[in-house]
C-alpha cells in the first residue's frame, strides 16, 4: 500500500531551475529504490535520475551535471533539484518507486509538468 504525489512543477524559462518533490505514503519507504521519469509529448518515457536508500545515484546522460536527486528518508521525501534547464526538459515528470528485489517500477506518482520556455 503506497502513494506518490508529486509536487513543484511549473513554468521556468531556459537558464532556471526547479526543484520537484514526491512524498511517499506507505511502509518502509527505505525499502525502496527511488526513480524519477519523464515524458515529452510524442516520445517515450526516459529514466532521468535514480537513488537507494543509501544514496547512490544514477542520471541521464541528457541531465548529468544539471540534475540532483536526493531523498530524505527520514521524511519519505524525494527530491528532484533541476539547473540550468533547457526546452527539451519539458515534459511531465513522474516519481516512481522499486523494490530491491524487484524488477519493474511498482508504484507511480499522477506526474507533474514542467515547462521551459525559450
Known amino acids: 500500500q503506497v502513494e506518490l504525489v508529486e509536487s513543484g512543477g511549473g513554468l521556468v524559462q531556459a537558464g532556471g531551475s526547479l526543484r520537484l518533490s514526491c512524498v511517499f505514503s506507505?511502509?518502509?519507504?527505505?525499502?525502496?529504490?527511488m526513480g524519477w521519469f519523464r515524458q515529452a509529448p510524442g516520445k517515450e518515457r526516459e529514466l532521468v535520475a535514480v537513488?537507494?536508500?543509501?544514496?547512490?545515484?544514477n542520471y541521464a546522460d541528457s541531465v548529468k551535471g544539471r540534475f540532483t536527486i536526493s531523498r530524505d528518508n527520514l521524511k519519505n521525501l524525494v527530491y528532484l533539484q533541476m539547473y540550468n534547464m533547457k526546452p527539451e526538459d519539458t515534459a511531465v515528470y513522474y516519481c516512481?518507486?522499486?523494490?530491491?528485489?524487484?524488477?519493474?517500477?511498482?508504484?507511480w506518482g499522477q506526474g507533474t509538468q514542467v515547462t521551459v520556455s525559450s
Open positions: 516512481a518507486a522499486r523494490q530491491y528485489s524487484g524488477h519493474e517500477y511498482d508504484y
Open positions: 506507505g511502509w518502509t519507504f527505505s525499502s525502496y529504490v
Open positions: 537513488i537507494t536508500s543509501g544514496g547512490s545515484t
